[in-house]
Nanobody, 126 residues
Framework: QLHLVEPGGGLVQSGGSLRLSCTTSELTLNYYDIGWFRQAPGKEREGVSCISGSGGRTKYADSVKGRFTISRDNAKNTVYLQMNSLEPEDTAVYYC???????????????????WGQGTQVTVSS
């Protein structure tokens, strides 16, 4: 069992920045694909970004390309989601998810991930 923790959410004004973290104290995340997903009220959960465990390849949803950056610090056993130029439409609960990495490219599909954090609220005010 892998318990993920996601510190870093909060309230920010439009145009501002936040950095979310995804970490665990139980196992190394080095060999896991990590995905970030979000769910706004009344909407389905959507993939935001992912990073592969092998090779560190990344993917982004079109809605966040150029504004969000996913990265991993293996020494700190943490994956980050740097969110810049935030918009009210980015308001959602953000979840990180992990799955053992067997492919060179991660996927932004929720069913592909076995382990999930509890989520952190990100609110962007206009």
């Amino acid at each position: 069992q892998l318990h993920l923790v996601e510190p870093g959410g909060g309230l920010v004004q439009s145009g501002g920045s936040l950095r979310l973290s995804c970490t665990t104290s139980e196992l190394t995340l080095n060999y896991y694909d990590i995905g970030w997903f979000r769910q706004a009220p009344g909407k389905e959960r959507e993939g935001v970004s992912c990073i592969s465990g092998s090779g560190g390849r990344t993917k982004y949803a079109d809605s966040v390309k150029g504004r969000f950056t996913i990265s991993r610090d293996n020494a700190k056993n943490t994956v980050y989601l740097q969110m810049n130029s935030l918009e009210p439409e980015d308001t959602a609960v953000y979840y990180c998810a992990a799955d053992m990495s067997f492919q060179t490219q991660c996927v932004m599909s929720a069913p592909a991930y076995e382990y999930w954090g509890q989520g952190t609220q990100v609110t962007v005010s206009s």
